[in-house]
Nanobody, 127 residues
């Protein structure tokens, strides 16, 4: 049974920071990639950041230098630290998981179809 539950969203002024958390339950699966996506009203879902099974990270170009992804394996929690927030960062942020009981792909992608499991999302509003 897989569960992803996001928290930490809210409203913040431009230039501020937020840290999103995703409580992860993926019993019996290998976590190939864990990722954060976001979706603004009227826009497609876009990749924000991801972390692979050995801790390697990929940040989307527009967020490099501002966003950091990390995980606490002992607490089964994925984090997204967002600094220097801009109004265009306003969106619903989703935690996503690419899981496997065997082989993991090795190339990171920000294609939503590569992630089979999703949380319910948490809203971030920057004004």
């Amino acid at each position: 049974h897989v569960q992803l539950v996001e928290s930490g969203g809210g409203s913040v002024q431009a230039g501020g920071s937020l840290r999103l958390s995703c409580a992860v339950s993926t019993i019996s699966y290998k976590r190939c990639f864990m990722a954060w996506f976001r979706q603004a009203p009227g826009k497609e879902r876009e990749g924000v950041a991801q972390i692979d099974s050995i801790g390697g990270t990929t940040i989307a170009d527009s967020m490099k230098g501002r966003f950091t992804i990390s995980q606490d394996n002992a607490k089964n929690t994925l984090f997204l630290q967002m600094n220097s927030l801009k109004p265009e960062d306003t969106a619903k942020y989703y935690c996503a998981a690419d899981l496997s009981r065997g082989y993991c792909r090795t190339v990171p992608t920000f294609l939503p179809r590569d992630f089979a499991y999703w949380g319910q999302g948490t809203q971030v509003t920057v004004s």
